[in-house]
């Protein structure tokens, strides 16, 4: 995974395995590349969108193209955003997932993230209520 994804193909790999909620946008993912605390990590097929500010690591998004999931792409991934964050000084990590998002949930869990708290109806879904964003954390050192 040495090629790290243009906003345009971030964008259309977002919108390709984001089916429940609104993708980014590439000028999102271009205006959030533009800061020197943003990481981008991985290629068109599976990449992650990662901030580290001070001591911490937030994990913005990761998404994996629907014809290249299951191939281990997203552990490649979350490896490597996790070892670049320590290095740039980062102690703890953060993200947050859909808690309807179960393949999300064990990712993160098989990294080490814990449940550290919740908000409420939080992800907008379409046609359906409003699902939790259950909030995950770990020590990277």
């Known amino acids: 995974m040495a090629n790290v994804p243009t906003p345009n193909e971030m964008a259309a790999t977002h919108q390709a395995a984001f089916t429940q909620s609104r993708p ?3 000028d999102e993912f271009l205006s ?9 990590i991985g290629d068109a097929r599976c990449f992650a969108l990662v ?23 997203a552990h490649r991934v979350m490896d490597a955003w996790q070892q670049e964050a320590s290095a740039r000084g980062a102690i703890e990590a953060f993200l947050e997932v859909a808690a ?32 939790d964003a259950m909030l995950m954390r770990r020590t990277l050192r």
């Open 24 to 26: 980014w946008s590439a």
């Open 32 to 40: 959030l590349l533009e800061s020197p605390l943003t990481i981008a």
């Open 51 to 73: 901030r580290v500010i001070a001591d911490e690591a937030e994990l913005l998004t990761i998404a994996t193209h629907p014809a290249h999931q299951r191939q281990g792409l």
């Open 100 to 131: 309807d998002n179960m393949p999300a949930q064990i990712l993160y869990a098989a990294h080490g993230f814990a449940e550290c708290g919740r908000r409420t109806g939080y992800y907008a879904r379409k046609d359906a209520p409003a699902v």
